[in-house]
């Protein structure tokens, strides 16, 4: 596994949770497994990681990247990684301190709300970078290298060979929107729901 590519999907989940956990949640209820890898698909985060500098050089052969444009590309992604890696470690310390003000005895609703107020500064700033990222990588690419990267993009949302689902399900459940929501389906739903969330193959 390409440990920045790893860090890059890690990045988009993280940040599409806290961005669409509700959406999530319903899809989940209405569509299953199913309904939340589509709606995962449509998230512009997911499509920029899908066409970034590390998916792009992950498929320079199918893409016929020259040497310049794998160094251009290499540039990029280094740039890009210290800002994702930090991002990432922000996003959890939120995580840690909204548990901390929720989880207790006392609910602590001012800390709660100015948590969520710096995680979404923080989702609109690492949304936007990496939309640039992706721009950027578009501008390297030529016409027919930028149609084959978005085509090969689906393998990486199926996450083929990448953390597999119940890896994804269990980074998800971190984000405190996501815990919240799942303590409540189980609640409606009873036990059995959430064991066919985790095991979609049983029935």
Same mark, same amino acid.
Do not use: W
């Given at each position: 596994?390409?440990?920045?590519?790893?860090?890059?999907?890690?990045?988009?989940?993280?940040?599409?949770?806290?961005?669409?956990?509700?959406?999530?949640?319903?899809?989940?209820?209405?569509?299953?497994?199913?309904?939340?890898?589509?709606?995962?698909?449509?998230?512009?985060?997911?499509?920029?990681?899908?066409?970034?500098?590390?998916?792009?050089?992950?498929?320079?052969?199918?893409?016929?990247?020259?040497?310049?444009?794998?160094?251009?590309?290499?540039?990029?992604?280094?740039?890009?990684?210290?800002?994702?890696?930090?991002? @990432?470690? !922000?996003? +959890?310390?939120?995580? /840690?301190? *909204?548990?901390? #003000?929720?989880?207790?005895?006392?609910?602590? $609703?001012?800390?709660?709300?100015?948590?969520?107020?710096?995680?979404?500064?923080?989702?609109?700033?690492?949304?936007?970078? @990496?939309? !640039?990222? +992706?721009?950027?990588? /578009?501008? *390297?690419?030529? #016409?027919?290298?930028?149609?084959?990267?978005? $085509?090969?993009?689906?393998?990486?949302?199926?996450?083929?060979?990448?953390?597999?689902?119940?890896?994804?399900?269990?980074? @998800?459940?971190?984000?405190?929107?996501?815990?919240?929501?799942?303590?409540?389906?189980?609640?409606?739903?009873?036990?059995?729901?959430?064991?066919?969330?985790?095991?979609?193959?049983?029935?």
């Amino acid at each position: 596994m390409n440990r920045k590519i790893f860090g890059a999907f890690a990045l988009a989940l993280v940040l599409m949770a806290g961005v669409f956990a509700t959406r999530a949640l319903y899809a989940q209820a209405r569509g299953g497994m199913g309904g939340m890898m589509s709606m995962m698909r449509d998230c512009p985060m997911m499509g920029a990681m899908a066409q970034g500098p590390d998916a792009a050089l992950k498929h320079r052969q199918e893409l016929g990247l020259t040497a310049a444009q794998v160094q251009r590309l290499e540039s990029l992604a280094q740039e890009a990684s210290p800002a994702s890696r930090q991002a @990432m470690e !922000r996003m +959890q310390a939120l995580h /840690r301190e *909204i548990r901390q #003000a929720s989880d207790g005895d006392q609910f602590d $609703e001012p800390a709660v709300r100015a948590a969520f107020e710096r995680m979404g500064a923080l989702h609109t700033e690492m949304g936007v970078s @990496m939309l !640039r990222t +992706q721009h950027q990588t /578009r501008q *390297i690419l030529n #016409a027919d290298q930028r149609a084959k990267l978005q $085509e090969l993009g689906g393998g990486m949302m199926g996450m083929h060979g990448m953390m597999g689902m119940h890896g994804m399900m269990g980074m @998800m459940e971190n984000c405190p929107m996501m815990r919240g929501g799942m303590m409540g389906g189980r609640m409606m739903h009873g036990d059995s729901g959430a064991h066919r969330m985790h095991h979609p193959e049983q029935r």
